[in-house]
């Protein structure tokens, strides 16, 4: 049965965002980017404009044969430095979002602190931990798989304007299914120069211009600016070059006074304001290709004095609610496992759009978004415990009851968890209700007993790893698996989550390089949130969202004498990961769904946790779940493995 999940917009998800990708000359931060495409959407995923542009690497261009952009392409192309404004004006005050963001938020950071320029942006968004959160039925998390599930139609694979535009498409999908089901998107706050910002910066730090999101403009657009007429409220303004005002100051004027401000040109823009038309900026060229007025400060500011009475939009505008989304059938995988594709009720239109399209825009203040959903649910079955905020022990032994009954525990509300398991602390969590609305059964620890003496034999269990590549088997702690791949596994991750309703302790993934005698060759072995990659980035950390780090790892380029990769979590300060909860941990190859998970529970008194390790066993390499915490801090666990910690 196909069940259509009704629910208003959610209204902490960011106004805007750019979706971006870069072609470069190679994958390390010292490489150059070669071609950039991005493509501005709003806060319902509907594309406002567009942008692009070729690179001068001023080197060899690279891999030619995936990117396809050979020295005579590149002849006649700007450098970097002649985008970067340009560049800046599409991503100020926007989420970049991308496949694997942290590779092109790294090369693009890069490229602008070679310039000694700001990074215009503070947040971000990948889509592979979006497709993580949101469980879709996937063999792989690539953008070709990505695009196939969704049905969206590639072009010209590693081509940055067509890949900036399929990944559109699959964010505005995504996008709606996670504000059907209240999912929060996987936000990030990195740091420009390193990549991870501490978590503690990322909740504490006040977000500066770049970052801040914009309200809903509750006046519909009146169109372009005439003179004769004057400003009405609703009406989109940009701004470019420097004033005699601060920007800060001119934006706000315009904003109280019910104009829509606008980071970059578009055909819905009606009017620019600067001082310099001639400046030759992005925004002046585009203003002068699309024909929009363009007056000074003084104007504005005379104009600004008697702003015209605008048309409410539609619906409340404080708290808007999005169309149902035009959304393509998913496709699932294997046809024959799950049944044919979803669909909603006949009168939300289920279409495709055309692959070269931007989507229609939802109008604002409509009913609330319908996103389809999987009918068939996984075979096993998907279980959340909710405990009370004194019941850390009980939530343990339960949830271990669950691992051993060969369920698969959930430590976050999804929309794939089918049972809910409440303690008595947590029979007022407002996250039964949602599960409820998502079609899951609710039951008290007795209930949830009794659910097992009914259910039918699942037959003998088998070995982690021994399914297909993606199965995610449960390794409980102390266990072990041999990766695939030999003596050349290749690159692989692990990604380490926690509850999103987190408490405000600070938690930190960190990676010790080891070798035969379990201590690190050197402080460049010591991979944390200040130093997010060995030099030669074999072994990197990055967040993931707000509630998840990832360790990526190398395996087959690692120093032969790196025996062992130890992966590891820490609270700060006094804090201990009683008050941290489960801690769940997903390995897997990159860019692939989960070849084993493991979820470490019941901590009391520890303030570190060892999470796993990557070793290497004979001629190839093996992974164990550790779960062994101790009482004492980073710095101690640190100095055991030969790193000081000041």
């Known amino acids: 049965m196909t069940v259509t999940s009704l629910a208003p917009w959610p209204a902490d998800y960011p106004s805007d965002y750019a979706v971006v990708d870069v072609e470069t000359t190679g994958l390390r931060s010292s490489d150059r980017v070669v071609s950039v495409a991005v493509e501005l959407l709003d806060r319902a995923g509907t594309v406002t404009d567009r942008w692009s542009t070729l690179v001068d690497p001023r080197r060899d261009p690279g891999p030619v044969h995936i990117h396809g952009l050979t020295p005579e392409r590149l002849a006649g192309a700007p450098t970097f430095d002649r985008i970067a404004d340009d560049l800046a004006e599409y991503l100020t005050g926007r989420v970049l979002v991308a496949h694997n963001a942290p590779f092109d938020w790294g090369m693009l950071t890069a490229e602008f602190r070679r310039l000694d320029t700001p990074w215009p942006m503070e947040r971000r968004l990948c889509t592979m931990a979006l497709a993580r959160h949101l469980e879709l039925p996937i063999g792989d998390y690539r953008l070709a798989t990505l695009a196939a599930h969704y049905r969206v139609r590639q072009l010209r694979a590693h081509d940055a304007v067509d890949d900036a535009r399929v990944l559109g498409e699959i964010f505005r999908y995504g996008l709606h299914e996670a504000a059907g089901a209240g999912l929060p998107l996987p936000l990030t706050v990195p ?112 104009l600004l004095a008697r702003v015209l009475p605008g048309t409410p939009v539609a619906g409340p505008a404080a708290a808007p609610t999005v169309a149902p989304a035009v959304l393509p059938a998913p496709r699932t995988e294997p046809e024959t496992d799950r049944g044919p594709a979803s669909v909603v009720g006949a009168a939300d239109a289920i279409q495709a759009p055309a692959p070269a399209e931007a989507p229609s825009a939802p109008p604002s203040g409509a009913a609330p978004v319908a996103v389809p959903r999987v009918p068939t649910r996984p075979t096993v079955r998907q279980v959340l415990v909710l405990q009370g905020r004194d019941e850390h022990g009980e939530g343990g032994r339960v949830r271990q009851l669950v691992l051993d009954s060969g369920a698969r525990l959930r430590i976050n509300l999804t929309s794939t968890v089918d049972t809910v398991v409440v303690l008595p602390g947590a029979a007022t969590d407002p996250r039964i209700a949602r599960a409820r609305a998502f079609g899951a059964v609710c039951l008290t620890e007795a209930q949830w007993h009794a659910s097992l003496a009914d259910a039918p034999e ?181 100095g055991s493995f030969g790193v000081e910690i000041a």
């Open 458 to 638: 699942s037959g003998p269990r088998a070995e982690p790893g021994s399914g297909p590549a993606g199965t995610g088997d449960n390794l409980p702690r102390g266990g072990t698996v041999p990766l695939p791949g030999g003596a050349d596994p290749g690159r692989w991750t692990l990604n380490a989550s926690w509850a999103w309703e987190r408490p405000d302790e600070d938690i930190d993934i960190v990676a010790f390089l080891l070798d035969e005698h379990e201590r690190v060759r050197g402080d460049a072995d010591f991979v944390f949130w200040n130093q997010p990659a060995t030099p030669l980035e074999t072994v990197a950390l990055d967040a993931s969202g707000p509630a998840e780090q990832t360790v990526t790892l190398e395996l087959d380029v690692l120093p032969r004498d790196v025996r062992r990769v130890v992966i590891a979590a820490s609270v700060d300060g006094a804090s201990t990961f009683a008050a941290v909860g489960p801690i769940e941990i997903d390995v897997a190859p990159f860019q692939a769904t989960s070849f084993v998970r493991s979820v470490l529970d019941a901590a009391t008194v520890e303030r570190v946790l060892l999470l796993g390790t990557f070793y290497r066993h004979g001629a190839g390499w093996k992974f164990r779940t550790e779960g062994q915490g101790y009482a004492f801090d980073l710095a101690a666990l640190a």
């Open 191 to 302: 740091d420009a120069g390193s990549g991870l910002r501490r978590a503690a910066a990322a909740r504490t730090r006040r977000p500066e211009r770049s970052a801040s999101a914009k309200a809903p403009c509750p006046w519909t657009n009146p169109g372009r600016l005439d003179l004769g007429v004057g400003l009405i409220q609703g009406m989109r303004v940009a701004f470019t070059g420097e004033g005699g005002r601060s920007r800060e100051e001119s934006e706000r004027q315009a904003t109280e006074a019910g104009l829509y401000v606008a980071t970059s040109v578009s055909g819905k823009t009606s009017v620019l304001v600067t001082n310099d038309a001639g400046s030759g900026s992005g925004k002046n060229r585009k203003a002068a290709h699309l024909g929009t007025p363009v007056i000074d400060e003084a104007t504005f500011a005379r």
